[in-house]
């Protein structure tokens, strides 16, 4: 009999070891089907020690052990384990919640019938020789073709190549032009069949010779040790942030792994990131990426009128979605018989509605985000884009009672219906959110949007992934919504959003916006990636935000004097670290009054995290506290 030491698997899984007993010895490193809560789980071998030997720490133990049944297989590699543990460690929270989040639920599933990965005990030492990382910056299709170049050079080599995507539109584009260049790309992402995962994952573990692999974050865990270069792609994208425990960086992941891995690392994006000019020494530009289109940033403000008779200052307020620029460069282009592409940043007819008394916006009572207006069905309705809630149109201002609330923003809704009644005679293709919602109903209105001829396609930046050839002329509808989200990453969202579109132009592109003195629209307009990047970088290590610091925020939910007195508790076993402490939205599905949510906020140097004390404090906590470290928006 053999006494086993389990991680268990699993999002919210423990942070320590569970033991267990089997008639045989399992293999370190290998994944059990295990028996947990009465449940049914799957657990990471440890370590497997004799029963003799551990009779004493048995009889202490006060319980009796359960019995793992079946044996164990190392289905990833060794240096994905120490990825796994390292990631762990970055975002406080278990390396079993890592590995259940990284590796396929159906790969767990099968794991006694898959073929095991090329394994060496996790003892050994890591590689010692980790390669600089490299920034790559460009258009789309100058990327794709630098990543099919760096894959040839990787598989003569004889090193596999990864490349990672945020979603599995982008991460399919990427494959069929890698397979046209290197033949046999193998495709993993989380839209696959249980089957067709499982025949991709065994046709990667037993291939002789090096792969290239591209896929979504799952492709991460291939049970490949032979990678000798990771790419990320797009790394900025939102996509990469998980909103959901374990809360983990997907480019914190790719890069662990390439760490592990001793592989060369390349990030890429439209334009320089904020952290590749913090951690990068080598930033180069995709070949291409210089014959970038002329921009146009079109200031929306209305004319200043002091002096005027009132029909003029009545004519003041009237909101145009389009100006007289945009509607006559888009009636252009349509008469060429030339398509257009139209992105708004946010769904709905107006992306957030003002009390014209206070001053308040209107926001979400589950989540506390500003809600949009949207039209259905011939009524209007209040919906909240991020939890789905729904409100009457009749609402009054929740701070004065006042009921003078004034839509604004431009909403993809809006921006399309003006479209129309514009261009009535024109294909007018609107990518919403119930066309984007299923990718095959979205990969067929880029279809037959790009096959047109004089064609408007609209939608919000979630159909760019989807559209392959480039557009006469591209038009940011607006982009203040992004630009003022209070985040200290929304700056360079938008930045990274424009880029993205600007690549997709091939004539020209306009940006509508009533904040055109903005620093990410200067810099945008004077195609200065590099400056923008700067500034942005000058600013967050001014206030100490990412990636100049590292963020800890710790959330406590429930009522409110509960919450008080666990934030009071926290706030002093924390003191040494200077914490700051803040009220954040009501908790997901409470009312503003009944519950609420408290915020532990720790600024730490870069560098000094994981810090062993910190993180042993913050591992130490119950479930209920979220912990999220570098949180996209300090305040939730």
């Excluded at 460069?329 to 206070?358: F, H, K, P, S, Y």
């Excluded at 003006?418 to 024109?426: R, S, V």
């Amino acid at each position: 009999m053999w006494v086993v030491s389990i991680l268990p698997l699993g999002k919210a899984a423990p942070q320590r070891e569970l033991s267990y007993f089997s008639p045989a010895d399992l293999e370190e490193g290998g994944v059990a089907k295990i028996s947990a809560r009465g449940k049914t789980a799957f657990g990471l071998v440890i370590r497997s020690s004799p029963l003799s030997e551990m009779k004493q720490h048995v009889r202490a133990a006060g319980f009796a052990l359960q019995k793992i049944s079946g044996g164990a297989r190392r289905i990833v590699t060794r240096e994905f384990l120490h990825a796994a543990f390292e990631l762990g460690r970055e975002h406080a929270c278990s390396a079993g919640a890592v590995l259940a989040d990284l590796i396929p639920a159906a790969i767990l599933e099968a794991a006694s019938k898959l073929p095991e990965a090329v394994f060496v005990p996790l003892s050994a030492e890591a590689p010692g020789e980790r390669p600089a990382e490299e920034f790559l910056a460009g258009p789309r299709d100058a990327r794709i073709a630098a990543y099919a170049k760096l894959a040839a050079e990787t598989l003569s080599a004889e090193r596999s190549f990864l490349c990672i995507a945020p979603t599995v539109a982008e991460a399919a584009r990427i494959a069929r032009e890698l397979d046209r260049a290197a033949g046999g790309v193998v495709l993993l992402h989380g839209a696959l069949s249980k089957k067709q995962m499982r025949e991709t994952w065994s046709r990667a573990a037993k291939s002789a010779r090096p792969l290239v692999i591209v896929g979504t974050a799952l492709a991460l865990s291939s049970p490949r040790r032979d990678i000798g270069c990771v790419v990320l792609e797009r790394s900025a994208a939102s996509a990469y942030a998980r909103d959901e425990r374990p809360f983990l960086s997907i480019g914190a992941c790719a890069r662990a792994l390439a760490r592990a891995l001793g592989a060369r690392f390349v990030s890429a994006a439209a334009a320089p990131t904020v952290d590749a000019v913090f951690r990068v020494k080598k930033i180069q530009e995709a070949p291409g990426a210089k014959l970038c289109v002329p921009v146009a940033v079109i200031d929306m403000r209305p004319p200043k009128i002091h002096d005027a008779p009132a029909h003029l200052r009545a004519a003041k307020k009237t909101f145009a979605v389009f100006s007289d620029e945009a509607r006559e460069r888009i009636g252009e282009a349509l008469a060429a018989r030339e398509n257009v592409l139209v992105i708004a940043a946010r769904r709905g007819l107006a992306t957030q509605t003002v009390c014209d008394d206070c001053g308040t916006i209107h926001s979400c009572e589950t989540c506390g985000k500003a809600l949009a207006l949207f039209e259905r069905g011939g009524a209007r309705r209040f919906e909240c884009p991020y939890c789905g809630a729904v409100e009457s149109a009749r609402a009054k201002c929740r701070t004065c009672g006042g009921w003078r609330l004034s839509p604004l923003g431009i909403g993809l809704e809006r921006a399309a219906l003006e479209l129309e009644k514009l261009f009535p005679d024109a294909p007018l293709f609107v990518a919403d959110e119930a066309v984007l919602a299923k990718p095959a109903s979205a990969s067929r209105l880029a279809a037959e949007a790009e096959a047109a001829r004089g064609a408007i396609c609209v939608g919000t930046e979630g159909v760019l992934p989807y559209l392959a050839a480039p557009v006469a002329l591209a038009v940011a509808a607006s982009i203040d919504s992004l630009l003022f989200i209070p985040e200290y990453s929304a700056a360079e969202r938008a930045y990274q959003l424009l880029a993205e579109l600007r690549g997709m132009a091939a004539g020209a592109m306009l940006v509508q916006t009533r904040s055109p003195d903005h620093p990410a629209l200067r810099t945008f307009a004077s195609d200065d990636a590099n400056a923008f990047a700067r500034e942005e970088l000058a600013m967050r290590e001014r206030f100490s935000y990412p990636p100049a610091a590292t963020l800890i925020r710790l959330t406590l939910g429930g009522s409110g004097e509960r919450a008080s007195r666990e934030r009071e508790a926290l706030l002093k076993a924390l003191s040494s670290y200077k914490p700051r402490a803040f009220s954040g939205r009501p908790a997901a599905g409470g009312r503003s009054g009944k519950t609420s949510r408290e915020h532990i906020l720790i600024r730490l140097p870069s560098g000094r995290w994981p810090e062993g004390r910190l993180l042993g404090l913050v591992r130490g906590l119950p479930p209920s506290i979220e912990i999220r470290v570098d949180p996209r928006s300090v305040f939730g």
